[in-house]
């Protein structure tokens, strides 16, 4: 009789059952992370545009631009520096500007913006000294 050389159909069910017994964890842990993902974005995007909302803001603040105008309009943060108008965020659920009480008397405002977007949420808040250092 010749010899056949390759794998029994046991070698390759017990191959087959060791592979899925490895696998269903595996798919497990990936679909997990893909939901983080997917989760975490959105989130990420809106703290992106508060901050870089805010950080501009404070940034006109610290230079003493006393001609910029921040409103919220259909849910958009809109800049109004002259003739000039700019969107600096969208889905603004809070905006704020306030001046809080300081000792040493120097002249702060504090900026506040809050994004809400399809259940993720984000804050930025700024505390500058407006007309930059004295």
């Given at each position: 009789m010749k010899r056949q050389s390759g794998f029994s159909l046991i070698e390759l069910l017990l191959a087959l059952?060791?592979?899925a017994a490895i696998m269903v964890p595996l798919v497990g842990l990936v679909s997990t992370t893909a939901a983080a993902s997917s989760h975490t974005g959105p989130r990420f995007e809106l703290e992106r545009q508060a901050d870089f909302a805010v950080q501009?803001?404070?940034a006109q603040l610290r230079g003493g631009a006393p001609t910029t105008n921040y409103t919220v309009s259909g849910g958009k943060l809109i800049e109004t520096n002259g003739t000039v108008t700019s969107t600096l965020a969208d889905s603004?659920?809070?905006f704020s500007q306030?001046?809080?009480v300081n000792a040493v008397g120097q002249?702060?405002?504090?900026?506040?913006?809050t994004l809400t977007r399809g259940g993720a949420s984000a804050?930025?808040?700024?505390?500058?000294r407006a007309g930059g250092p004295r």
């Open positions: 059952a060791l592979t501009r803001i404070a603004v659920t809070a306030t001046m809080p002249q702060l405002v504090q900026v506040s913006l804050t930025a808040v700024a505390t500058v």
